[in-house]
């Protein structure tokens, strides 16, 4: 039987980008309005910066205080809640890790694990480097928290994380988030509206 379906849309992101928290607060509507599935691909952002010799944003001498301004008007115009966290940036390899475990169980599971983990850090300020801050969310879950804490500490979830992270790097990836539709790389939140338009023309 042959079938025009598409391949998801891929997004990746790391939890400790605001611009990737923005969009995760929009990119599953936008696709479902096109009919359209979401691959959520979490990795380690630094690792990315270094591959592109790129320095971390807000330590940029003008353009970091303007960034930090710029997170918080994005929020306010997307209508998205939003708090600049007390520490910043920070490491998010165990809410990484656990997501793609979760995602090998419970795709669902893991989707609301990740929308937990952005509004902890985004919204609440918690410390998402820390593991027992993101084993708190996990029995908030109802997520098993000794397997949580089990499997993110093996070989193979390990290993997911640094095949992702250079998955996307391979990708082009450079900065958060990077949205991947059909082939056709996006860069940031902002880019939403051009993704709309792509997916309702086919490209232009």
Request: proline share 7%; charged share 25%; glycine share 8%.
């Amino acid at each position: 039987m042959m079938t025009d379906a598409k391949e998801p849309i891929e997004f990746w992101f790391d939890f400790s980008s605001p611009y990737s928290y923005l969009a995760s607060e929009l990119i599953d509507d936008l696709a479902a309005k096109h009919g359209r599935k979401v691959k959520w691909r979490p990795m380690m952002l630094g690792a990315a910066f270094k591959a592109s010799n790129m320095p971390l944003l807000i330590t940029i001498p003008l353009k970091g205080e303007y960034s930090k301004r710029d997170f918080d008007r994005s929020a306010r115009f997307l209508g998205i809640p939003y708090t600049f966290p007390p520490k910043f940036p920070l490491a998010t390899l165990a809410a990484a890790r656990g997501y793609y475990w979760l995602h090998g169980q419970d795709c669902a599971k893991a989707r609301e694990f990740a929308h937990a983990v952005f509004r902890a850090y985004w919204v609440d300020g918690r410390d998402i480097s820390e593991l027992p801050v993101v084993l708190e969310i996990v029995g908030q879950l109802g997520i098993d928290r000794d397997a949580f804490a089990a499997a993110i500490a093996t070989p193979e979830i390990k290993d997911r994380v640094r095949q992702e992270t250079d998955a996307a790097i391979a990708k082009g990836m450079f900065g958060a988030p990077y949205i991947v539709v059909d082939g056709e790389p996006f860069w940031g939140v902002d880019r939403l509206p051009q993704i709309d338009k792509w997916l309702a023309t086919g490209g232009f």
